[in-house]
Nanobody, 125 residues
């Protein structure tokens, strides 16, 4: 059974940092594009960042570009999201997602086949 398990969420003050991690049981992990999405209360789920299966390319939403960094470790089957300079508007549940062989449409939920349960991030002002 495929599992994506996120960790690292929590409460942080504005300007602070958090590092989210996602452990994935998809095999082979190196064939999956990995993404992070978030959903704030009362809003639709939105794209945050993604990494190509090779780790050679990364993609970001404009709202997080320059503040967030996505990375993956194909040896450990993990993907991380380093979040710096956090703002109250970054408050949301953050979800890890895996898509087999993604080559385009990184920002679209339909490109991903598996999803984690989410981890909550709260940024106080």
């Amino acid at each position: 059974q495929v599992q994506l398990v996120e960790s690292g969420g929590g409460l942080v003050q504005a300007g602070g940092s958090l590092r989210l991690s996602c452990a994935a049981s998809v095999r082979p992990f190196s064939s999956y594009g990995m993404g992070w999405f978030r959903q704030a209360p009362g809003k639709e789920r939105e794209f945050v960042a993604a990494t190509h299966w090779s780790g050679g390319a990364t993609y970001y939403a404009d709202s997080v570009k320059g503040r967030f960094t996505i990375s993956r470790d194909n040896a450990k089957n993990t993907v991380a999201l380093q979040m710096n300079s956090l703002k109250p508007e970054d408050t949301a549940d953050y979800f890890c997602a895996a898509g087999l062989g993604i080559v385009a449409g990184w920002q679209h939920q339909r490109s991903y086949h598996y999803w984690g349960q989410g981890t909550q991030v709260t940024v106080s002002s």
